[in-house]
């Protein structure tokens, strides 16, 4: 309930959002109009079709997305001739005559009842084109609800969104329909009125076929509602995780652990095969930096203890769709040196069951079967093999100072994270932030981009012919270039083929140079390597970390075909 409920403030701060501008004039254009009449069957209109395409892209995948993209310029075209309807009554009568035969009168200039039929309809072409607008909240919301596999849910969701959004709507349409009503009354000015609201129509309706709505708008605005989604974000997760805990606390039994579609170096196990034994449950997918990272500890603990009453299951859930592969999960783990138990739970059904949401996770398990403790991300390494020692019942002389020794390399080494000022970023449009390039975004469509010039901290770019998907980015002709303006001492980013064995050659530059001594494990000291399979590939690592600088990465794609995942920095 509580998600719900922040879903609901998230789509209601919508309202201040810039691209919401140019949808405003066709919420706006019936304000003079009873609210229960016009107004309410617009914004009705709006909800219902933006929750339906959402869904659909929840369950249905690009096809989705290409169907929104023809729906989306059939409401163009819709609220075109809205507009005109108001602008030129006369003219358009005739033409629009059949329309009325079927119920849905587009022109009502020569009376004012409002047509609930008619509202409702605009207001469905409407939400076709909210439905790209909405923010990073929602993102996390269409995220977890694909990762459930729930389409219910999702809708439970999303519906709470766009009730949200549509409540701060009909506030201001109220407020506005009151105004109107006394431009109308005092003014005598509604045809006036309804020439500029239509003209303001067409101005949105340019807008949002060029995605000006995303640029322009976005540039000039001083109401920024980034910050505030963010902090939603934060109480979603915070509320949908308990805090860490000692092992003086007990979070209950250890979840079932079946659901998982196969088993790697282990027969499946049930709690049953778990009974009287310490347990620690790595959630953990393998193109992931942190998890790579904390890898080294959890094998050297299963070694270290396996004598001694602990067992390791690894829990790969994955993040992409090419972590679903099976080849591709038991390829990594041989790769990985893991030789502990790893379950591939690609439904979420064991993470679900420990209503996880971080990888990497670690839970750990007393003999009696009940978590005592857990532990999110990178880090506390000592304080997690003291749990283990206390589990396990060693005394503590027997554990003082007994810890395991690591020394990760490549990805695997411990990131410099004191130095770290560029975030996990994502290429896909589902979550891509900080994207500079022209044009601006088109979603599933082949489009030549360039980067925006005075790229600033954070910022990334396209050049060349690409296609953006929901999770990745795809070159569709050579050369294609990707580049990032980071601070960070190591780079890494995920990468794969788009035709499974096809390699393909690329060439880094760092601030426009070969990276030299500062090459990554999968690139030489002249910046050349090698794209051979979905991973997580280092492309640098920085060897002078007294002072770093932000830096321009830039990779160049020799060959098509690459897609490119996420930006992750250590």
Not at 34 to 51: D, E, N, R
Not at 519 to 529: F, L, P, R, S
């Amino acid at each position: 309930m509580f998600l719900l409920i922040l879903s609901y403030i998230g789509g209601f701060l919508t309202i201040l959002s810039p691209c919401i501008l140019p949808v405003l004039p066709f919420v706006f254009a019936k304000a003079d109009q009873a609210f229960y009449k016009s107004g309410l069957p617009l914004l009705s209109g709006m909800a219902v079709s933006f929750t339906g395409i959402s869904v659909l892209a929840v369950a249905g995948g690009t096809w989705v997305a290409q169907a929104n993209i023809f729906s989306r310029w059939l409401a163009l075209a819709l609220l075109s001739f809205f507009a005109l309807s108001l602008i030129f009554p006369i003219y358009l009568e005739t033409l629009l005559a059949p329309l009325t035969r079927l119920g849905v009168k587009l022109n009502n200039s020569n009376k004012d009842a409002a047509n609930p039929r008619q509202s409702f309809l605009i207001g469905a072409a409407t939400g076709f084109l909210w439905a790209p607008c909405a923010g990073p909240i929602l993102g996390l919301i269409l995220t977890g609800a694909a990762s459930q596999r729930s389409p219910t849910a999702a809708a439970a969701f999303l519906f709470a969104y766009a009730l949200g959004a549509g409540s701060s709507l009909a506030l201001a349409l109220l407020a506005g329909g009151k105004v109107f009503g006394k431009m109308k009354k005092y003014l005598k000015v509604e045809s006036r009125v309804k020439k500029i609201i239509g003209g303001a129509i067409l101005v949105g309706v340019v807008m949002i076929a060029f995605n000006l709505d995303r640029t322009i708008l976005t540039k000039i605005s001083k109401i920024q509602t980034e910050s505030i989604e963010q902090s939603l974000i934060h109480l979603f997760k915070n509320n949908s995780a308990p805090q860490e805990t000692t092992t003086e606390d007990n979070e209950g039994p250890l979840p079932e652990i079946d659901g998982a579609v196969s088993w790697l170096n282990s027969a499946p196990l049930t709690k049953q095969d778990l009974k009287g034994k310490v347990v620690l449950i790595d959630f953990w997918t393998y193109s992931c930096i942190n998890c790579l990272r904390t890898l080294p500890y959890v094998k050297a603990w299963a070694e270290k203890y396996k004598d001694q009453g602990l067992v390791v299951i690894g829990v790969h859930t994955p993040e992409f769709a090419f972590e679903k592969d099976l080849t591709n999960v038991s390829n990594a783990v041989k790769d990985l040196g893991i030789t502990y138990p790893v379950a591939v739970d690609n439904n979420y059904i064991i993470w679900n069951a420990f209503k996880n949401q971080y990888w990497p996770a670690h839970y750990f398990a007393d003999r009696s079967g009940n978590i005592r403790y857990h532990h999110f991300g990178e880090g506390h390494y000592e304080e997690s093999e003291k749990v283990l020692q206390d589990l396990l019942g060693e005394s503590t002389q027997a554990r003082a100072s007994n810890f395991v020794q690591v020394s990760g390399s490549g990805a695997q080494a411990p990131g410099d994270l004191k130095e770290v000022r560029s975030p996990e970023t994502y290429i896909g449009y589902s979550r891509a932030e900080n994207l500079q390039v022209t044009p601006s975004l088109v979603i599933d469509k082949a489009v030549s981009y360039s980067v925006d010039k005075d790229l600033k901290l954070n910022d990334w770019g396209l050049t060349g012919s690409w296609r953006i998907g929901s999770q990745e980015a795809t070159l569709i002709k050579a050369s294609g270039k990707i580049t990032f303006r980071f601070h960070a001492r190591d780079l890494h980013l995920v990468l794969g083929p788009s035709t499974p064995g096809k390699e393909i050659r690329f060439k880094v530059t760092l601030d426009g140079k070969a990276p030299a001594a500062d090459h990554g494990i999968d690139i030489n000291t002249n910046g050349i390597g090698k794209v051979k399979e979905n991973r997580l590939y280092q492309l640098i690592r920085q060897k002078d970390t007294q002072d770093l600088q932000d830096k321009t990465f830039e990779i160049e794609f020799l060959d098509p075909g690459v897609q490119a995942f996420a930006f992750t920095f250590g």
